[in-house]
C-alpha cells in the first residue's frame, strides 16, 4: 500500500488561488484508484471537498466550492490536483488526500473510513 503526499497550501489572501498537488510518496508508483479532497479545519469536522474517478472522467465537488475548486488527474504522473480559486476566509483548513480503493467506475467524497493511503495534509490560511 502507498502513501499520499499533499503540497501547494500556504497563506493567501481573500480572492487569491492556490493549487494543491496529492501524490504517491514513491514517484514511481502508478494507481488508478478514485481520489478524495478533503479538509478539516479547526474544532470542526473533516469534510469531503471534492473527488475525481480514476479515469478522471468523473467528479465531484462540495456545493461550498462548486465552481472555485477544479479537481483534476494527470495518470501518467500518479499526480491530482486540486486548483482553488477565489479563495475566502473559510476555506481555511489543513488539506488531505486519500484514495478509494472501494469504487470501480466514479467518486464519491466520503465516508472517510472507506478511503486509504492518507497524506499528511498541507496547510492552507486564507487571511488578509
Known amino acids: 500500500q502507498f502513501k499520499l503526499v499533499e503540497s501547494g497550501g500556504g497563506l493567501v489572501q481573500p480572492g487569491g488561488s492556490l493549487r494543491l498537488s496529492c501524490a504517491p510518496s514513491?514517484?514511481?508508483?502508478?494507481?488508478?484508484?478514485?481520489i478524495g479532497w478533503f479538509r478539516q479545519a479547526s474544532g470542526k469536522e473533516r469534510e469531503g471537498v471534492a473527488c475525481?474517478?480514476?479515469?478522471?472522467?468523473?467528479?465531484n465537488y462540495v456545493d461550498s466550492v462548486k465552481g472555485r475548486f477544479t479537481i483534476s488527474r494527470d495518470n501518467t504522473k500518479g499526480t491530482v490536483s486540486l486548483q482553488m480559486n477565489s479563495l475566502k476566509p473559510e476555506d481555511t483548513a489543513t488539506y488531505y488526500c486519500?484514495?478509494?480503493?472501494?469504487?470501480?467506475?466514479?467518486?464519491?467524497?466520503?465516508?472517510?473510513?472507506?478511503?486509504?493511503?492518507w497524506g499528511q495534509g498541507t496547510e492552507v490560511t486564507v487571511s488578509s
Open positions: 486519500a484514495a478509494d480503493p472501494t469504487i470501480i467506475n466514479g467518486c464519491r467524497r466520503g465516508p472517510s473510513y472507506v478511503f486509504t493511503s
Open positions: 475525481i474517478s480514476g479515469s478522471g472522467g468523473m467528479t
Open positions: 514513491d514517484q514511481f508508483t502508478r494507481h488508478n484508484y478514485a
